[in-house]
């Protein structure tokens, strides 16, 4: 039990993974502490246990003093809303707490280590206190505040999503082609050209549903202006990986990369679409921002799990745990995201018997502990903004409603996302004289 609640690794975690490095299970255990606070926040938005929390005469208590909120509105969607924000406030403060703790250490020598691969059971008592001492924060202008640090947050991690997507694809374009050649067969190249297909169908369905969906003659010019403007700058990018210039600086550069940037960039811009607060040209609105029911027995008339979400969540899961367990190839994206590109292990110690982590870091942290912090915490911001649809409360017409501030992040960072892959391919070009490789 001491080992389990001071040692230098989880217990659990380590039955689970025989032989790991005390790098990767310490990220898998914060990673894990980041995914039950999701799943108290999606317990907190779920129907039925807003219907029960309802049915508690002190739940709203207050409400009409501190938001402006008549009785009969959707109290129960405000009590999820409010959940969430408060849950990730407390989710943001921990990791933030660590990411200020963990500023230059250097090696598992370093007192702090200890701190981040052991005590788990404490690390556990002091995010339970802070959660707890979350929900006791008054309304008053919280939300809103918090609110636009959601959205500076999310808008990096969304940048630090792409950087990831875009480091995938060029090293998954860069292995199926070495095997190709080694191995001499053709089933890889029909690999990549089945997904560069896949992806570029699955970009040109998107376009057609949403301007199908999201876009009326004679209205709705922003939409339209963003999905134009987006599918040109797909093309762009596409033509340019596959410039002769360009391959020739970089021969592993290709459509199947192109594809993947286009695919995510549609999923960028239909998100951006689905927070456009106009009615005629965003068909999920008005589902999820009625609440002028007066019915005080229908508790749950706001439809929080769309489309949308569901799918951002599934990405969020994805790109967390590829942050928590990835090494990248490419050394500019190790600089980048502050990892080493092979963890050093101490010579002549000998890897212990399985369900047990050795440290693999007495001679130099395989990863930045602060910046992996620092990620996690935009990490947290960016998962509120998911499971409440980018909406906050509105002063005027008492509702949850979608703003332009939340388009108008997301289209950026698709921009940003087609920006840094286009970088990718010019910079050799540009800077001769680094090493690209």
């Known amino acids: 039990m001491a080992s389990c609640l001071c040692g230098s690794a989880s217990c659990i975690l380590c039955a689970c993974c025989p032989s790991s490095r005390n790098s990767t299970v310490s990220r898998l255990a914060f990673t894990f502490l980041l995914f039950l606070g999701v799943l108290v926040c999606i317990i907190m938005l779920s129907p039925g246990v807003e219907s ?27 009590l999820g809303h409010r959940a969430v924000y408060r849950m990730c406030f407390a989710l943001a403060a921990f990791f933030f707490l660590f990411t200020i703790l963990m500023i230059y250490v250097k090696t598992s020598k370093d007192p702090r280590a200890a701190i981040q691969n052991g005590f788990w059971f404490f690390k556990f008592l002091i995010l339970l206190g802070i959660t707890v001492g979350a929900f006791y924060i008054p309304d008053g202008s919280f939300t809103n505040v918090w609110f ?24 998954w374009n860069q292995s199926w082609l070495c095997k190709a050649e080694e191995r001499d067969s053709r089933c890889w190249y029909a690999g990549l050209f089945f997904f560069t297909f896949l992806f570029y169908g699955i970009a040109i369905t998107a ?9 009326h003659s004679g209205a709705c ?21 596959v410039l002769p210039k360009v391959q020739e600086a970089q021969p592993n550069s290709g459509l199947l990369q192109a594809s993947v940037i286009c695919a995510y960039t549609m999923f960028v811009t239909w998100l951006a679409l689905t927070n456009i607060p106009d009615q005629k040209c965003n068909p999920n609105l008005p589902a999820i921002t009625n609440t002028t029911s007066v019915d005080p027995s229908n508790v749950y008339t706001t439809q929080w799990w769309d489309a949308p979400s569901i799918v951002g969540l599934v990405v969020f899961v994805l790109c967390t745990i590829f942050i928590s367990i990835r090494s990248s190839d490419n050394k500019q994206v190790n600089s980048l995201m502050q990892t080493e590109e092979t963890p050093p292990i101490l ?10 982590a050795y440290d693999n870091e007495q001679d130099g942290v395989s990863y930045s502990y602060s910046f992996f912090h620092f990620c996690l915490f935009l990490a947290s911001l960016y998962i509120m903004m998911t499971l409440t ?10 509702k949850m409603v979608s703003t332009w501030t939340a388009v108008w992040v997301k289209i950026c960072a698709s921009w940003a996302g087609l920006f840094l892959y286009l970088w990718t391919l010019v910079a050799p070009l540009l800077l001769p004289n680094r090493d690209f490789s």
Request: aromatic content about 14%.
């Open 221 to 241: 010019y922003e939409g339209k202006v963003f999905i134009s403007l987006n599918l040109v700058f797909c093309v762009c990018v596409s033509i340019v990986a």
């Open 389 to 398: 649809n980018w909406y906050r409360p509105d002063d005027v017409t008492r």
């Open 347 to 356: 010579e002549g110690q000998q890897q212990v018997t399985e369900g047990r």
């Open 148 to 171: 636009y640090f959601g959205v500076v947050g999310s808008f990096l991690f969304i940048l630090i999503q792409l950087v990831l997507l875009i480091d995938f694809a060029h090293s």
């Open 207 to 215: 376009i057609v549903l949403m301007y199908i969906y999201y876009t």
């Open 52 to 78: 029960q929390l309802y049915k508690l005469p002190w739940v709203c208590e207050g409400v009409p003093s501190t938001l402006g909120v008549p009785g009969h509105v959707d109290c129960g969607s405000l």
